[in-house]
């Protein structure tokens, strides 16, 4: 005898199709994975110093997590759309100082600037050089289709050329109120700096997760060739990423200038590796379509508890380099077993 195969189930015309419960794998958790790792960091920072739990210390690490965690908002949204990003790194230094080149005064000041524009400009016009270097990059990647890698590397090496060639090497110290005012102000009692990045990964968030192109942004980096044929501007959503990515790098600029009350000449040098560590700890999928911008928050934090622990134990911050590189190694092993895919 054969057997034969029973047909399909069939569904009566009016009635609702059964829904499906949402299985719950590793990668649901991954967002929360760093959550323990961060408890266990601080159990750890006050054993090895009871000042690891003052209000100061604490306060000063999450101060000092909001430039790092800007540009890791940005990396992180366009990680997710399938790009990846170099240039952040320099962006941060050099709009901040071709912003001050062009409102600082050509007397006057230790820093001859050209003095072609009034220096309440100089926010605005710092915004503006991000956004313009961000721009250049989706031309670079989307118009011309040249290797995104190679691209914002390069981007990335005449970035901080052309910082040092204006700056000559040195600080710039400078800085008019309005545009330091952001990285020294308090706002009940916690540096405004903190209110903002913490506002804008809570806007990201959202957009993520509620509006139309923020999912669509998963589309893009999952599958850009389904996303275009659902309807979706592929290449539209991917440049206004990158423009959005040199936005908020140069807006760390600004916190981490009126932090310090200084251009640094070597501003923003070696961060890469920062970003992309906190970003991939905190679930960030590299080949893109997958991460959420609490987890790269609670990498931000890690690096920085790491950071603050190791100094509080008298380790040599030549050390953090190393201890960065580790991070990201261990990462991408764990994400190659949660997530079950080869990373290529």
Same mark, same amino acid.
């Given at each position: 005898?054969?057997?034969?195969?029973?047909?399909?189930?069939?569904?009566?015309?009016?009635?609702?199709?059964?829904?499906?419960?949402?299985?719950?794998?590793?990668?649901?958790?991954?967002?929360?994975?760093?959550?323990?790792? /961060?408890?266990? #960091?601080? &159990?750890? =920072? %006050? @054993?090895?110093?009871?000042?690891? +739990? !003052?209000?100061?210390?604490?306060?000063? *690490?999450?101060?000092?997590?909001?430039?790092?965690?800007?540009?890791?908002?940005?990396?992180?949204?366009?990680?997710?759309?399938?790009?990846?990003?170099?240039?952040?790194?320099?962006?941060?230094?050099?709009?901040?100082?071709?912003?001050?080149?062009?409102?600082?005064?050509?007397?006057?000041?230790?820093?001859?600037?050209?003095?072609?524009?009034?220096?309440?400009?100089?926010?605005?016009?710092?915004?503006?050089?991000?956004?313009?270097?961000?721009?250049?990059?989706?031309?670079? /990647?989307?118009? #011309?289709? &040249?290797? =995104? %890698? @190679?691209?914002?590397?390069?981007? +990335? !090496?005449?970035?901080?050329?052309?910082? *040092?060639?204006?700056?000559?090497?040195?600080?710039?110290?400078?800085?008019?109120?309005?545009?330091?005012?952001?990285?020294?102000?308090?706002?009940?009692?916690?540096?405004?700096?903190?209110?903002?990045?913490?506002?804008?990964?809570?806007?990201?968030?959202?957009?993520?997760?509620?509006?139309?192109?923020?999912?669509?942004?998963?589309?893009?980096?999952?599958?850009?060739?389904?996303?275009?044929?659902?309807?979706?501007?592929?290449?539209?959503?991917?440049?206004?990423?990158?423009?959005?990515?040199?936005?908020?790098?140069?807006?760390?600029?600004?916190?981490?200038?009126?932090?310090?009350?200084?251009?640094?000449?070597?501003?923003?040098?070696?961060?890469?590796?920062?970003?992309?560590?906190?970003?991939?700890?905190?679930?960030?999928?590299?080949?893109?379509?997958?991460?959420?911008?609490?987890?790269?928050?609670?990498?931000?934090?890690?690096?920085?508890?790491?950071?603050?622990?190791?100094?509080?134990?008298?380790?040599?911050?030549?050390?953090?380099?190393?201890?960065?590189?580790?991070?990201?190694?261990?990462?991408?092993?764990?994400?190659?077993?949660?997530?079950?895919?080869?990373?290529?």
């Amino acid at each position: 005898m054969t057997e034969t195969a029973s047909p399909p189930a069939t569904r009566r015309p009016g009635t609702a199709a059964p829904r499906r419960r949402p299985r719950v794998g590793p990668g649901r958790w991954r967002d929360l994975s760093l959550v323990p790792v /961060i408890f266990v #960091l601080g &159990v750890i =920072g %006050f @054993i090895v110093s009871p000042a690891f +739990l !003052t209000g100061d210390n604490l306060i000063g *690490v999450v101060q000092q997590s909001t430039e790092l965690g800007l540009l890791v908002l940005g990396e992180a949204l366009i990680l997710i759309s399938g790009r990846m990003d170099l240039s952040l790194e320099s962006t941060i230094g050099l709009a901040p100082v071709l912003a001050l080149w062009l409102v600082t005064p050509a007397h006057g000041a230790r820093f001859a600037g050209l003095g072609l524009l009034p220096s309440w400009t100089a926010v605005p016009l710092c915004l503006a050089v991000g956004a313009a270097v961000g721009a250049t990059n989706g031309f670079l /990647i989307l118009t #011309l289709r &040249v290797n =995104g %890698f @190679i691209a914002t590397l390069g981007m +990335l !090496t005449m970035l901080r050329g052309l910082q *040092v060639g204006i700056s000559e090497g040195r600080s710039i110290g400078d800085v008019p109120d309005s545009f330091a005012y952001l990285g020294k102000a308090d706002w009940l009692g916690i540096p405004a700096a903190v209110w903002i990045c913490l506002a804008l990964f809570a806007l990201g968030g959202a957009a993520l997760g509620c509006l139309r192109h923020g999912r669509a942004l998963y589309a893009v980096g999952g599958n850009p060739e389904a996303a275009r044929a659902a309807g979706i501007r592929v290449d539209r959503l991917t440049w206004t990423v990158l423009t959005l990515g040199g936005v908020l790098a140069a807006f760390a600029g600004i916190l981490y200038t009126g932090h310090y009350g200084a251009v640094s000449a070597s501003q923003g040098n070696g961060w890469i590796f920062q970003v992309f560590a906190a970003a991939v700890i905190g679930g960030i999928g590299l080949k893109g379509g997958r991460g959420t911008l609490f987890g790269a928050l609670t990498g931000v934090l890690t690096l920085q508890l790491v950071i603050n622990v190791m100094t509080l134990a008298g380790v040599p911050p030549l050390w953090t380099q190393f201890l960065n590189g580790l991070i990201i190694i261990i990462a991408l092993v764990i994400s190659r077993f949660t997530s079950g895919e080869k990373q290529d």
